[in-house]
DNA sequence: CGTCTATTTGAATGTACTCAAAAGCGGTGG
DNA sequence: CCACCGCTTTTGAGTACATTCAAATAGACG
């Protein structure tokens, strides 16, 4: 039931059978429809969630009403927006389900509760940031200095799984390109 | 001496004055001329400084030779590679003067002991982790979604300094253009 | 099978880039 | 104190790359 979120926290820290049943009854497993959000813009995000099964994105709106992608998350990711969690702030983002999925749900209330209780939780989420920095300030350079082109192929060599279980269109809105240019592209990689 | 840091720690921490007096023993003052380098890249990061006086900027060279700037560090910024000191992997990046500058320097052993110390400094740092994370995720989006104009509007209205201490080939570089590009957009915003 | 969405392709446009050169500015040494 | 040197900023011209708009094709799903 909760095997695969067990996994991914002692990647970090090492839990006894004891320390990991005082935390699983904080956890809701929630069922979303392909997308079904979780999150939509105007709201607070007091929660956050671990992906058991599925997939989804979090995307911000512009005032031209294009969409621009933030994150994905699959099995394994957690996700929500950290800005409208820390502040109580409404988020920018929405968060939804690219396919059918089921996360584990946690509130806000419930995972301070859990750090107060559990210091190695704390410790993990700590870890769990800083990694999440770090990737999203290689991201930011690599947008600045890295061809479109380089940005797929790598992309692509990191999560192949992408390919066939993310539309184009998504993918082309985390590289900030639009759909027909990363079509274009795709077709030169072919013809090389 | 060490007034700036203090405040700085407060706005998130409080600390006794005994407190406060445990940690500053670890923080090592360190002068550095205009274009001298606090790291250079293929050096493990392994500590990390606070702004006092002066400004920083760190940045990568890619494979053209071209500088991206990630951050710039003015008085009562933390910087330093993450990423290196987390992994102690060389960096990436290099971390520069921009104009005569102090800074208090903490090695990472030292900062890890103090964690250990003074539980208040762990949080205070997962607080900042966390405020960086955000913000590194506004950048992205807005590097996506906004134009470079509206960008540079952006960064002069909350860092009405940067236009005079910082050249325009450096903030050019942080937006991500050449600085051709900006001075142009520079002058249509005269014209306007 | 039909409908809705995703993907591809084409043509015209625009935005930022490169390369090159001139003008401006600041700091240093004579 | 001024002249010079190096670096920054501006300007111009040509080019490359991604965008927009429009339309055709392909695929997915009920």
Redesign the pocket.
């Known amino acids: 039931m909760f095997d695969r979120l067990r996994k991914n926290i002692e990647k970090k820290v090492i839990l006894t059978d004891e320390e990991f049943a005082g935390i699983t009854p904080s956890f809701k497993r929630i069922q979303l429809k392909?997308k079904e959000r979780l999150l939509s813009n105007g709201q607070v995000s007091n929660f956050v969630v671990f992906v058991d099964k599925g997939s989804l994105r979090s995307y911000t709106i512009d005032e031209?009403g294009?969409e621009h992608i933030l994150q994905f998350a699959f099995e394994n990711y957690w996700i929500g927006d950290l800005y409208s969690y820390l502040t109580d702030a409404p988020s920018a983002l929405n968060i939804e389900a690219m396919?059918a999925t089921e996360v584990l749900y946690v509130s806000k209330t419930d995972m301070e509760a859990l750090y107060e209780k559990e210091p190695k939780l704390d410790r993990f989420m700590r870890l769990q940031v800083q990694n999440a920095y770090v990737a999203l300030q290689k991201r930011l350079n690599a947008a600045m200095s890295v061809?479109?082109?380089d940005r797929y192929l790598e992309l692509m060599r990191v999560h192949p799984d992408i390919l066939v279980r993310?539309?184009?269109?998504?993918?082309?809105s985390y590289l900030?390109?639009?759909?027909?240019?990363?079509?274009?592209?795709?077709?030169q990689l072919t013809v090389k």
Chains 1, 2 share one sequence.
């Open positions: 392909k031209k294009n396919e061809p479109t082109e993310v539309p184009l269109i998504y993918i082309a900030g390109v639009t759909p027909e240019s990363l079509s274009r592209i795709r077709r």
